[in-house]
């Protein structure tokens, strides 16, 4: 059964439209808080925190007026990366996160993700309860005015997420010596990030840290990787690495300024954990991971297997099966021998963990030749278009094309008004033909 507000990753559009407006971030407030008081915890605290987009002004306030509203404690700690929420969420023994946040889309876009009192985000069968109570009559929900909710203001949040953060690593960690271009999307790292860099020793050369409200993401971060490719050259930086808004996305670019994306490092990190006896089970990717990726682990004897396309599936894999990482293509990480979700700072250190020995990231980090693949994203209205007669029939047709000479995937981003097509094969000409035989039927 398909969720009514819920997509891939939360909750997601455009800022005064549909959902994402101050009376419906007041009524999935009340929502969230009412579920979650009624788990029978005693303290009844919610933490929020945000990216630095100009529309948190307006919609965290709404958030935290319904909660408070239902009779949940508030503490608000600004702009913050998604994972330093859920650890901090588990920490604080709080009894939910929420994080408000658009993650890699434009500044006009705000949304929210949930997380519950184990720093995990929430399942469908939770996510469909709290639904439920958002579609309820608000008085029953309110509460009595003496057991009105109390917010308070936490200043240290960053610092607390960077102790945890540092707790991961021996003490005698250092990057002294090591020069990073570190672009942190104007977004929600743009304080954590550089100070963990720097108080560990390293060079760092900061692009995307002075947001306005107005500029995450734009031309910068994950999503727009040759930024620090062009910086790393320039700098003659050892590594760069690069954020999403939300700062749970890493994309990495070696010495010579080639981008790696989150397979090459999955792949990086399999190995090496492997070889260090830390990796547990295999590797969870998703429907989108590269073929090369799954040859590779194949190749190494370590156990691959596909989730749905978002870290949440992933997360939920791996807990099924017993393995402690996973990831995305696009640069979504979890390590779960530290972390509940996608953490790009973490998966960062990780990786620079490994460089300290003098090894140079075009060698950690270039393991497995990828198979071609293309993705491309095509803009619709109504995204339940690739279930029309013409747009099935064509993607029989790419299948047929394909056959076993590669893969083709067509899906609804979760996140955006958008299709996406991906196709892989030795042979370019075929993903070209693929492609354009779908994106042509659903154009028409």
Same mark, same amino acid.
């Given at each position: 059964? *398909?969720r009514k507000?819920f997509? =891939?990753?939360?909750i997601r559009? =455009?800022?005064?439209?549909?959902?994402? *407006?101050?009376?419906?971030?007041?009524?999935?407030?009340?929502?969230s808080?009412t579920y979650?008081?009624n788990?029978?915890k005693i303290?009844q605290?919610?933490?929020?925190a945000?990216?630095?987009?100009?529309s948190?002004?307006t919609?965290?306030p709404?958030?935290?007026?319904?909660?408070?509203s239902g009779g949940?404690?508030?503490?608000?700690?600004?702009?913050?990366?998604?994972?330093?929420?859920a650890?901090?969420?588990?920490?604080? #023994?709080?009894?939910?996160?929420i994080m408000i946040?658009?993650?890699?889309n434009p500044?006009?876009?705000?949304g929210l993700?949930?997380?519950?009192p184990d720093?995990?985000k929430?399942?469908?069968?939770?996510?469909?309860?709290?639904e439920?109570l958002?579609?309820?009559?608000?008085?029953k929900q309110?509460?009595n005015p003496k057991l009105?909710?109390?917010v308070?203001?936490?200043?240290n949040?960053?610092e607390?997420?960077?102790n945890?953060l540092?707790?991961?690593?021996p003490?005698?960690?250092?990057?002294k010596?090591t020069?990073?271009?570190?672009?942190?999307?104007?977004g929600a790292?743009?304080?954590a990030a550089?100070?963990?860099l720097?108080?560990l020793g390293?060079?760092?050369?900061?692009?995307?840290? #002075?947001?306005?409200?107005?500029?995450?993401?734009?031309?910068?971060?994950?999503?727009?990787p040759?930024k620090?490719c062009?910086?790393?050259?320039k700098?003659k930086?050892?590594?760069?690495?690069?954020?999403?808004?939300?700062a749970?996305?890493?994309?990495?670019?070696?010495e010579k300024g080639?981008i790696?994306?989150?397979?090459?490092i999955?792949?990086?990190?399999a190995?090496r954990?492997?070889?260090?006896?830390?990796?547990?089970?295999g590797?969870?990717? *998703?429907?989108?991971?590269n073929l090369?990726?799954?040859?590779?682990?194949d190749?190494?004897k370590?156990?691959?297997?596909r989730?749905?396309?978002?870290?949440r599936?992933?997360k939920?894999?791996?807990k099924?099966m017993n393995y402690?990482?996973?990831?995305?293509q696009?640069?979504?990480?979890?390590?779960?021998?530290?972390? =509940?979700t996608g953490d790009g700072?973490?998966?960062?250190?990780e990786?620079?963990?490994?460089?300290?020995k003098?090894k140079?990231a075009?060698?950690?980090?270039n393991?497995?030749?990828?198979?071609?693949?293309?993705?491309e994203?095509?803009i619709?209205?109504d995204?339940?278009v690739?279930?029309?007669?013409?747009c099935?029939?064509?993607?029989? #047709?790419?299948? #047929?094309?394909?056959?076993?000479?590669?893969?083709?995937?067509v899906r609804r981003?979760? *996140?955006?008004?958008?299709?996406?097509?991906?196709?892989?094969?030795?042979?370019?000409?075929?993903?070209?033909?693929c492609i354009?035989?779908?994106?042509?039927?659903?154009?028409?």
């Amino acid at each position: 059964m *398909t969720r009514k507000y819920f997509g =891939t990753d939360g909750i997601r559009g =455009t800022v005064n439209q549909g959902n994402i *407006t101050g009376e419906k971030f007041f009524k999935f407030g009340l929502a969230s808080g009412t579920y979650f008081k009624n788990q029978k915890k005693i303290k009844q605290i919610a933490i929020i925190a945000k990216d630095t987009r100009l529309s948190g002004y307006t919609l965290e306030p709404a958030l935290v007026s319904g909660l408070v509203s239902g009779g949940m404690h508030v503490i608000t700690l600004g702009p913050l990366p998604t994972n330093g929420l859920a650890m901090l969420t588990k920490s604080m #023994k709080a009894n939910m996160g929420i994080m408000i946040t658009a993650s890699h889309n434009p500044f006009h876009d705000n949304g929210l993700k949930l997380f519950g009192p184990d720093g995990m985000k929430l399942s469908n069968r939770i996510e469909k309860k709290i639904e439920k109570l958002i579609d309820t009559k608000n008085a029953k929900q309110l509460t009595n005015p003496k057991l009105l909710g109390r917010v308070k203001r936490l200043e240290n949040g960053n610092e607390r997420y960077i102790n945890i953060l540092k707790k991961n690593f021996p003490k005698n960690f250092n990057l002294k010596g090591t020069k990073i271009v570190l672009d942190c999307a104007n977004g929600a790292a743009y304080k954590a990030a550089p100070k963990l860099l720097k108080d560990l020793g390293a060079k760092v050369f900061p692009i995307g840290v #002075k947001p306005n409200g107005l500029n995450i993401n734009r031309k910068c971060g994950s999503t727009y990787p040759s930024k620090i490719c062009s910086a790393v050259k320039k700098f003659k930086a050892h590594i760069g690495i690069s954020f999403d808004g939300d700062a749970d996305r890493v994309i990495m670019c070696d010495e010579k300024g080639k981008i790696k994306d989150g397979d090459q490092i999955i792949a990086m990190l399999a190995k090496r954990w492997k070889s260090k006896h830390i990796l547990k089970g295999g590797v969870i990717g *998703t429907l989108m991971s590269n073929l090369g990726l799954e040859k590779y682990l194949d190749n190494e004897k370590i156990k691959f297997s596909r989730a749905q396309v978002g870290d949440r599936y992933v997360k939920e894999k791996m807990k099924k099966m017993n393995y402690n990482l996973g990831g995305e293509q696009s640069g979504h990480i979890i390590l779960g021998k530290f972390a =509940t979700t996608g953490d790009g700072l973490l998966v960062a250190l990780e990786v620079l963990f490994s460089l300290r020995k003098g090894k140079k990231a075009s060698e950690l980090l270039n393991v497995f030749k990828p198979l071609p693949q293309i993705l491309e994203n095509v803009i619709v209205k109504d995204k339940n278009v690739i279930f029309k007669k013409n747009c099935k029939q064509a993607i029989l #047709k790419a299948n #047929k094309i394909m056959k076993k000479k590669g893969r083709v995937l067509v899906r609804r981003s979760g *996140t955006e008004p958008k299709i996406r097509i991906m196709a892989e094969s030795q042979d370019r000409s075929l993903i070209i033909k693929c492609i354009k035989l779908i994106r042509q039927s659903i154009k028409r």
